[in-house]
């Protein structure tokens, strides 16, 4: 059977960094994160006998290593529902892969959901969502609506997302600026592995819970100021762990740094509006909707900024009726 899913990408409010289980991609701490409207990835998949081998196409281009990956995600689906046929898989990103938009959440949540259904599986969110974090750790936010949080569990079975509240509930923007198209020279899989040669590392998961609470309790008020101020120093103390790491973690490019320093510009001037950033050199605006025109106008005039994409809250991964082959 052929199917299709879109899923969205996410922006983590509140990060996870570093694993408790590699193999399993349990995180060593919880997240919060909202699903992005304009960032997604589409994927069909169709399990047949008359495929001798996997076929995995990403972005119209055969890559061993993304294909390698997708195939071990592929035998985990066919190991729950006892299908042997392989499959052809083709899977398009509407955005550029390795700069800091999590196009591997979106890319196995979709894959999870496409994969799952073709082989004739019908998983609750919460099953889904496991087998998603399976392929890729924040994968698993991409599954359920809008607001999200990824549980801190010790077990396969107790780490999974949950909706904290839907799409609808809040209405505020995350707006992309795209700063440059070059994909990270280290990948985020390796930096979760060394996370914890960071000195400041311990003090971070000792903190973290009170942040969550804190973060979701923000969130149900609609506090918006105290909640960007919350979300901008998460992302500073996130990329604190990974310059300090061994070795150092620079995602960062010099456009990068001027947003950043932007933003605290025009905020003092009167325009709420906060950053956080991702491990990637693009940088993610958050603002209010009613002030998206304005914030628009402005970044205009910097000459670093190459794209602008504006994001609403997004519902979760689902199935599409348009096959891509």
Known sequence: MKVTAIAPSNIAFIKYWGKKDESLRLP???SISMNLSNLYTTTTVEFDDKYDSDMVEIDGESKKGEGDRV???LDKVRNLSGLKFKAKVISKNNFTKGTGS????????ALSLAASRAAGLTL?????????RQGSGSACRSIPDGFVEWLDGDTSETSYAVSLFPHNYWNILDVVVVVGDEKKDISSTFGQVIAATSPFFPVRLRNINDKIMLIKQLMQKKYFNKFG???ENEALELHAIMLTSSPSLIYWLPGTITIMKYVKKIRNEGLPVYFTVNTGQDIHLIIEEKNRDVLLNKLKRLDVVQKTIVNKPAGGANLIQKHLF
């Open 28 to 30: 060593e701490n919880a």
């Open 102 to 109: 999590s196009s591997s959440a979106s890319g196995f949540a």
């Open 71 to 73: 195939i071990r995600h």
């Open 229 to 231: 101020e919350l979300l």
């Open 124 to 132: 609750t969110e919460k099953e889904l969502s496991i087998l998603a």
